[in-house]
């Protein structure tokens, strides 16, 4: 299973672009790149996932360089409610035995 | 209504006590999952089934059983609760091809 390492907490600003670095230095061929987002007290939730170059929708966007060592999770224009912990998971999701595993995450704050 | 439910919400019991907690779920997805989260950690998978006679361990399975009574419903079990075991507890499903995962409400389990 591929490890990954995010950092611990971020601080930003309402209005501005946050961009949350994800490494997984031992990715598989077949492994895609997944975040999730949690506000507190509840469970975690679908942000997006990708395999390569860069996925966009309506909440973020996923870029991947070519080596796909890494991962950026991009939140265009945060606002305070966009205050979470964010999650990136490494994995074969079509594979018969993904299973997600979650690590510390990256804890947002958006500030006024 | 919600597609991934868990009861009780709250619980709260004293040491050496046996408690369930229970997930249901109207997705239609064959696979379910128990994870435990402590304050300020992340996601800790506890059990997990990809089909109704399928059942295994996760990271942190000691003290802790379950039960797949049908597609739709996945039980936790403590047998003999301690106070390490008060945590979030979170219920979630998935299924084929992305193996997105949808989590419950969440259980505050409390042992005193």
């Known amino acids: 299973l591929a490890k990954t390492t995010q950092p611990i907490s971020m601080d930003s600003y309402e209005g501005q672009e946050v961009n949350i670095t994800c490494s997984h230095n031992n990715i598989a061929t077949n492994d895609y790149i997944t975040w999730y987002q949690q506000f507190p007290s509840q469970g975690p939730r679908f942000i997006i996932q990708g395999y390569k170059t860069k996925v966009t929708n309506e909440v973020a966007s996923l870029f991947i360089p070519a080596d796909r060592k890494s991962s950026t999770l991009s939140l265009p224009r945060v606002s305070l409610s966009d205050t979470a912990v964010y999650y990136c998971l490494v994995g074969d999701p079509p594979g018969g035995s993904y299973i997600p595993t979650f690590g510390r995450g990256t804890s947002l704050i958006v500030h006024p | 209504d919600a597609d991934v439910t868990q009861t009780p919400r709250n619980r709260i019991t004293k040491t050496g006590k046996r408690i369930m907690l229970e997930c249901s779920q109207t997705?239609?997805?064959?696979?379910m999952y128990w994870y435990r989260q402590d304050p300020g950690l992340g996601l800790q998978l506890i059990y997990y089934?990809?089909?109704?006679?399928?059942?295994n361990k996760g990271e942190i399975s000691d003290g802790y059983s379950v039960s797949r009574q049908a597609q739709a419903k996945f039980s936790l079990s403590l047998e003999s609760a301690i106070p390490n075991q008060t945590a979030l507890y979170f219920c979630a499903t998935s299924d084929a091809p992305n193996n997105e995962q949808f989590f419950g409400p969440g259980t505050r389990l409390t042992v005193l």
């Open positions: 997705k239609g997805h064959d696979r």
């Open positions: 089934s990809f089909d109704v006679k399928d059942i």
